[in-house]
């Protein structure tokens, strides 16, 4: 509220953010995704995510590689024969304003083929139309508060960001891990490392990423 200038306001300041002809979008970017706010988020995704090249998909993606599909060929006839990835891991970077779109896809992607993990990132922006959604969905969900960890999300945006897992259903019981004391005290774990900026959260989430494998060994 301060850079975009309604803080100033009641004190009768009109020289700053929008009341100094700065754009609204400005100061409310619904439409970027994460990593075009701040490219560096990628890279520190990459390093604790098992899929160390790991990309984000554009918005066609969502609908192809979001569902486990890598390419495909027609048949003879009109048969067409799906190529399905050799990886099991999707990561989505959406707009805010795209975000329930987006998660509707992942939620259809889950069932279709259960053997795939998502990361889903996204602002905490525009959330009355995809917090319900996400929370019926993700089995892991974390907030970074903006500046806590400077190089993935410095303090100059602002509002939390939402890190989300969908892990992969388990052959065995109990099947989906959300509830699983391993996975809930990594969680806790994790969400006590944000305020100190000095200590290393990766291998926290390195293990989150982890879980289900080493969850079906053991069972």
Not at 33 to 43: A, C, Y
Not at 121 to 138: C, E, N
Not at 168 to 185: G, M, N, V
Request: glycine share 6%; charged share 15%.
């Amino acid at each position: 509220m301060i850079h975009q200038g309604t803080d100033g306001l009641s004190q009768g300041l009109l020289t700053d953010g929008v009341f100094a002809a700065d754009p609204m979008k400005l100061h409310l970017p619904l439409h970027l995704s994460p990593h075009e706010r701040h490219p560096l988020l990628l890279s520190w995704i990459q390093s604790w995510c098992p899929k160390a090249d790991i990309r984000p998909l554009n918005p066609e993606e969502w609908f192809t590689t979001g569902h486990g599909l890598a390419a495909g060929e027609p048949g003879p006839v009109v048969t067409y024969f799906p190529t399905l990835l050799d990886h099991e891991w999707v990561l989505w970077l959406p707009p805010p304003a795209a975000a329930r779109a987006a998660l509707e896809e992942l939620a259809v992607s889950r069932h279709k083929r259960p053997h795939l993990n998502h990361i889903f990132i996204v602002p905490r922006l525009f959330s009355s139309q995809w917090h319900r959604l996400l929370y019926k969905t993700a089995d892991v969900i974390v907030e970074l508060p903006a500046g806590s960890r400077p190089a993935a999300w410095p303090s100059h945006m602002h509002e939390p960001l939402v890190i989300s897992l969908t892990l992969r259903f388990a052959s065995c019981a109990p099947f989906i891990l959300r509830y699983h004391p391993r996975i809930l005290e990594l969680v806790r774990t994790l969400r006590g490392l944000w305020p100190y900026v000095s200590t290393d959260e990766r291998g926290i989430l390195r293990q989150l990423c982890n879980t289900p494998a080493a969850l079906e060994a053991m069972l």
